[in-house]
């Protein structure tokens, strides 16, 4: 089993940064890639970002490609998702999951999700 727990979400003005944080315990986060998700109101979960096991492959949705920034540290088992110049649209709960695929957007793929936190970009 695999335990993963979002951290860092809040309340920011449009233009403003977070930085989320996704915690795993359990089995070795090492051996999974993880994926940002996130879902606004009324909408689907889509993909944000996700980073392969050792950090080297990244992907990103277009509409966040530029401003948010994803990246890991296995030592402390921790994947963080920097988010600068936020809009209003970025406003969403953001989930974390792991996934012992290489990075990809199927959902289907991803077996372990934490909670959510939630974000939001509003003045």
């Known amino acids: 089993q695999l335990q993963l727990v979002e951290s860092g979400g809040g309340l920011v003005q449009p233009g403003g940064s977070l930085r989320l944080s996704c915690a795993a315990s359990g089995l070795t986060s090492d051996y999974y890639t993880i994926g940002w998700f996130r879902q606004a109101p009324g909408k689907e979960r889509v993909g944000v970002s996700c980073i392969s096991r050792s950090g080297g492959s990244t992907m990103y949705a277009a509409s966040v490609k530029g401003r948010f920034t994803i990246s890991r540290d296995n030592a402390k088992n921790t994947v963080y998702l920097q988010m600068n110049s936020l809009k209003p649209e970025d406003t969403a709960v953001y989930y974390c999951?792991?996934?012992?695929?290489?990075?990809?957007?199927?959902?289907?793929?991803?077996?372990?999700w934490g909670q959510g936190t939630q974000v939001t970009v509003s003045s």
């Open positions: 999951a792991a996934s012992r695929a290489v990075v990809t957007w199927n959902q289907g793929r991803y077996d372990y």
